[in-house]
Structures are given as structure tokens and as C-alpha cells.
């Protein structure tokens, strides 16, 4: 997968995104506290951490829902008080949500297709059309579209329509419509929630593949803790909106604030 084309190129291993200081309330409700971290370019990031400690929050910040009242962020080198959420998509972050976000009776194929809308410059009224460049165009994203539907195995599902799908495919299908966007930062929110083991095996497989093949960064909410370990290379956790700790795996799940705020035992 091609890294969009917008700002400079950031080598594996330097920072992607920065956060600093960044603190978000909603009228007296403290979200995130002077929170800072980053992520760095190829890697898996977990953000874990309790019930309402500000994971969500944090991701949408990230990606623009939220403007946070402190703080910045840094995306690929450029620095802004508050960004759009169109604006970090076309710059490169890609998304899914906590619960299935599609469009529930179109098929698994438009659904994705519908992610790669950024992607086409010609617009909806060239398409209604199918004027010459138009349809060259889009046989070009069709066949891009392809690609991921092969390399997320949903071949026998490109037809239905996803609101008849399993809960664990439709959020194959959700994975597939972000990458559709060929993000350069994925932020997935709980991509494994209300999955049966099998699936949330197949589902952490292809996290990593598509870490692994297409080289996409990837920051995930997580609660289960098992995927957590085996799946990232740097966790941060938060708690009550705070940061109480951040680093590998290993490090994180014998920090003792962490152990007494989440894990409650040592794994
Ligand atoms: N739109 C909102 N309006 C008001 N309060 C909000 C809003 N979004 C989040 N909050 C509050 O901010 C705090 C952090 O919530 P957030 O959803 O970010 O936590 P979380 O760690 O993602 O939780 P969970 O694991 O339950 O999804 C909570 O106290 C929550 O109630």
C-alpha cells in the first residue's frame, strides 16, 4: 500500500504522531489530563487502561472529533492546535469503531469501496456519469478494493450485504473499508470487542499482517490484555484520564500503578 502522498516522509522508528500536554473536559468531567505520549512509524500502540479512562477520548482527539482545550499534536512533522476530522483522513489516519460503523444494507464490497471515495478525485457527478476518465478510475480503485478484499479472505462475502454478516466479518469488512483509505496511522477502537476467541484470533492476524505487509501504524484500544501482549510493541495507560505508564508490554504489566489501577494481578 502506497503512504498518502501529503507531508514529508517519516523513516521507520521516528515519531509519527506526538502527543503533548493535551487535557480534554467536558464541562466539569476531566476526559484526558495533560496527557503525552507518541507513536512511533511501523509500530502496533495500545492504549489500555479502565472503563472511562479517556481511551476513546484520546482517539478522537487524535483524529479531530475532539479539540482538545491544552496541548498539541504532531502528525508527520506538522504541528496544529485542532484539526478536522476530514483533514486527518486526507492527511493519512485511518479509523474504525467501537461499534460497527457501516452501511448496513449495502454490500461488503460498496462498504469498502465507500472508504476509497477519498481516494478518487473525480468526483460523484463524473461517476453518475461514467465519463471516460471516471470509469478509468474507478476500474483503477475497483481493482485496489480487490486487493484488500483478498487480503482480508472475504472473497465469499463481497455480495451481501454486511448487516446479514457475522458480527466478527463485519468487522473485517470495517478493517477493509479504513484500509481502503491507505492510511498511513490506523486507529482501531476495540477491534476485538464482543469477538469469540476464533475470531479475535483471525481478527489479530490480520492486525499484524496488515502491519506487517503494508507497513501501516497502528494505535489500538484494547481490553482483552492477552491481545494486548501478544499483538503490540509499546503500550500507554491511561487511568482516570491520566497517563500512569507507557512502555513495552513487559515493562507496563509489572509497573505496580498499573497492576493496583487495571490488571489488579500480575499476568
Ligand atoms: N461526549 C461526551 N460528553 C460528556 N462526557 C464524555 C463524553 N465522552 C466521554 N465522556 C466522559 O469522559 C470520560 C472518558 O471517557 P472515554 O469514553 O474516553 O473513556 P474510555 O477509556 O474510552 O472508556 P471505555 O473503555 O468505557 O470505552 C468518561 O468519564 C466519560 O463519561
Known amino acids: 500500500m502506497r503512504a498518502p502522498s501529503s507531508g514529508p516522509e517519516i523513516a521507520a522508528g521516528d515519531v509519527l504522531l506526538a502527543v503533548e500536554n493535551v487535557s480534554l473536559a467536558f464541562g466539569g468531567v476531566k476526559a484526558v489530563t495533560d496527557v503525552s505520549f507518541d507513536i512511533r512509524k511501523g509500530e502496533i500502540r495500545a492504549?489500555?487502561?479502565p472503563n472511562g479512562a479517556g481511551k476513546t477520548s484520546m482517539l478522537n482527539i487524535i483524529n479531530g472529533f475532539y479539540q482538545p482545550?491544552?496541548?498539541?499534536?504532531?502528525f508527520k512533522g506538522k504541528t496544529r492546535p485542532k484539526m478536522q476530522p476530514y483533514e486527518a483522513a486526507e492527511g493519512g489516519i485511518g479509523r474504525t469503531f467501537q461499534n460497527v460503523a457501516l452501511f448496513r444494507g449495502m454490500t461488503a464490497l460498496d462498504n469498502i469501496m465507500a472508504g476509497r471515495t477519498l481516494k478518487m478525485k473525480r468526483g460523484f457527478f463524473w461517476q453518475l456519469f461514467r465519463y471516460g476518465p471516471a470509469m478509468r478510475e474507478e476500474v483503477e480503485h475497483r481493482l485496489f478494493v480487490e486487493e484488500i478484499i483478498d487480503f482480508l479472505k472475504i472473497q465469499e462475502i463481497r455480495r451481501t450485504p454486511v448487516g446479514r454478516l457475522p458480527y466478527g466479518l463485519q468487522k473485517r469488512v470495517e478493517l477493509g473499508r479504513a484500509l481502503a483509505m491507505e492510511p498511513e496511522?490506523?486507529?482501531?477502537?476495540?477491534?476485538?470487542?464482543?469477538?469469540?476467541?476464533?475470531?479475535?484470533?483471525?481478527m489479530s492476524r490480520f492486525i499484524l499482517d496488515v502491519n506487517n505487509y503494508y507497513g501501516t501504524t497502528i494505535a489500538l484500544i484494547e481490553h482483552d490484555m492477552g491481545v494486548v501482549m501478544d499483538l503490540s510493541d509499546r503500550v500507554v495507560v491511561l487511568d482516570h484520564g491520566v497517563k500512569i505508564a507507557d512502555g513495552t508490554p513487559d515493562e507496563v504489566k509489572r509497573d505496580q500503578a498499573v497492576i493496583d489501577a487495571y490488571l489488579g494481578v500480575a499476568h
Not at 482545550?69 to 504532531?74: A, D, E, H, P, S
Not at 496511522?185 to 483471525?202: F, Q, R, V
Request: zero cysteines; charged letters at 30%; hydrophobic letters at 40%.
Open 185 to 202: 496511522l490506523l486507529l482501531l477502537d476495540e477491534p476485538m470487542a464482543g469477538m469469540n476467541i476464533e475470531e479475535k484470533e483471525d
Open 69 to 74: 482545550q491544552q496541548g498539541r499534536i504532531t
Open 47 to 49: 492504549i489500555i487502561g
